[in-house]
């Protein structure tokens, strides 16, 4: 199985929690939604806010049962919501 | 103290007597217009049916023209190919519901009262206090102290006396809900606190209205309409399951620019115009992102309807609203809620540590360095919370803490965060005097200094 390296893409919470707005990540080229929020999540210590999280690849929403096939160079974006107002 | 400086600490007593007093009278009236409901509700005989059905024979004269006055009013929007004289007629006999009259709730209530939105309904319990008028835009001054739908109304009125507002000064809740959206088209989720967030939701979906959406937060911003179309996702869908309360930052504690929650509240605005007119790409099953820091606006292609979503599948898991607070752990307002982590022998009260403050002691203030540069007390060290938790007062205070008996002292700005860094450096240092301060600044300000600045 090949390796990529993707570019991470963090917002509101998530970019304090990992102290930057953007990153890279090395990844398995195919890997399943929910195990690569996982580690993501341990990287980048975003684990307090794991469960609400919501992933896009390349400004597209990720199913977390489904099956990624990632090319190096992808964008993945990091999204908690927010609440304020 | 000179006679001025007496009187002026007589008014500032009064005024914030009098502030605290109103917000007393209107946590009272909501309690008695939650009672009445309630009551009325189980003796069959509501008293918002009756202003529904009142609605709705409003509702039945429709406007089939436009007067000069409109024409004249609306030329610039009339002018435009896709919105016209129909588009004008349709919002003049909508009716948009607002939850919220804060930084998202003004601008957007602004935009629709001048576009000529037949009426809006404001729903929001709160007061107007000082902090709000850097982004609460149609609070001004004067109205310090006043009920934030009632200022609203004021200012609204001013820009198109036209327009029918009606204002619903209350927490929304599970019992209330139905009966304040029902009369409305389109429901605006301008509020600051997540268990409103899906109430709104669960209520929209089960009544079948759109929920244009839109949050703010620092620098951040995020938007999207729930609920419309017949594949358009609902928060639910989205955010299944609610953030943690301690990963949840409010307005108060993180901070936002007035420019950040008036963009997000234009676009609400529009989003809500488009969906009443029926023009252009209405933002569903899409999120808008957008990043103040860098001025970027991202498109996110978000999922269309979770097939088991617990409410807006076709088998529904929840048939009726739930307790949202405790579905979220969480108060459904924007205030805090004061923690209790520590024994009353490990905390100081402010006067303790005034006596303190003579004798050699280590103050610790865990705010952000941008807060402690606001105001700070007198030899107060600044150590971010995030430095007491990983450890990097340890090396840097090795002196102090060599010593069980050295008073090492907390401080932070309501007494929240202090008791978080005490719980952890007592995990190390179980037999250290250190303690912290109840209340934090507030409590200082408001018990041993009034001249100390509160923000
Ligand atoms: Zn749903």
Known sequence: MSVVRIGILFFAKT????????????VNSVVIGSDLLNQLSQFFGLNSVRDSLMLALNERYINLNEELSLCEGDEIAIIPPISGG | MDNL????QDIEELRSEIAKL???????????????QLHAQQSGNDPDSAVVQ?????KAEVHTHLTNDDIARFSRQLILPGFGVQGQLKLKNSAVLIVGMGGLGCPAAQYLAAAGCGRLGLVDYDIVERNNFHRQTLHSEKKEGMSKVDSARIALLELNSSCQIKCHTRLLNSLNAFSVLRAYDVILDCSDNVPTRYLLNDACVMLGKPLVSGSALKMDGQLTVYNYGADGPCYRCIYPVPPPPEAVTNC?????????????GALQALEAIKVIVGLGEVLAGRLLIYDGFSNLFRNIKIRSKRPNCHICSAEPLIRDLIDYELFCGMHATDKDNPLQLLE?????????????????????????PAEFEICQLPSAVNMPLAEILDDSYVKRFSSQLESKEFPIVVLCRRGNDSQIAVQHMRNRYPDHSIRDVIGGLHAWSNKVDNGFPIY
């Open chain 2, 54 to 58: 009142q609605e709705h024979e409003e």
């Open chain 1, 15 to 26: 970019r304090e929690l990992a102290g930057i707005s953007r990153g890279t990540f090395t």
């Open chain 2, 252 to 264: 108060g504690d993180g901070g936002v620019l007035g420019a950040i929650t008036g963009t997000i």
């Open chain 2, 344 to 368: 009353p022998e490990q905390r100081l009260n402010v006067f303790e540590y005034q006596e303190l403050q003579s004798a050699p002691h280590l103050l610790l203030d865990v705010r952000q």
């Open chain 2, 5 to 8: 400086s007496l009187q002026k």
């Open chain 2, 22 to 36: 109103r917000a007393a009278l209107y946590t009272k009236e909501q309690q008695l217009q939650d009672l009445e």
